[in-house]
């Protein structure tokens, strides 16, 4: 006599597709996810903020000078990357732990607030890029009336 499985009740079918939905979306963000790092290359914390009419954006890149960064805005985004070269220690020593990055870094902001690149500073300071970009009064959001008249026929 064949085995026979018990009927599923609607809770237990609902449970089993959320489930393979939650399955789905979780393989389709890993897919999305942006490329693993390649050897030497590594990403350096930012913190970004919106102060005194003021996007800020600071990034950590202690070891590195202003010749070694680049930043450039290009379609809406805010690039900065850079490259820390290795530092080999004196005298032919080998290491015994590298746990600082070394190569090439990008980062790419967002800029989905008006703001206006022409008055944007960049500053290095103790370990730190500091990007200041003035905001401009975004004009999206505030209503224009236009009148409706009647044609005359």
């Known amino acids: 006599m064949p085995v026979r499985k018990p009927a599923r009740g609607v809770h237990a079918e609902l449970a089993l597709l959320q489930r393979e939905l939650n399955d789905l979306v979780g393989r389709l963000v890993d897919t999305e996810a942006p490329a693993r790092q390649h050897v030497g290359e590594w990403l350096p914390a930012v913190d970004v903020f919106d102060c005194r009419g003021k996007l800020t954006i600071v990034v950590e890149a202690p070891g590195l000078a202003p010749a070694s960064l680049r930043v450039a805005c290009r379609g809406g985004k805010l690039v900065i990357s ?72």
């Open 82 to 153: 850079g490259e820390r070269r290795e530092v080999r220690p004196p005298g032919g020593a080998g290491f015994l732990c590298m746990e600082r990055p070394q190569g090439r870094f990008t980062r790419v902001i967002d800029l989905d607030l008006a703001v206006d690149l022409a008055g944007a500073e960049a500053k290095l300071r103790d370990g730190l890029l500091v990007i200041a970009i003035p905001r401009l009064k975004d004009r999206r959001g505030r209503e224009t009336v236009i009148p409706v008249e009647a044609e005359q026929s």
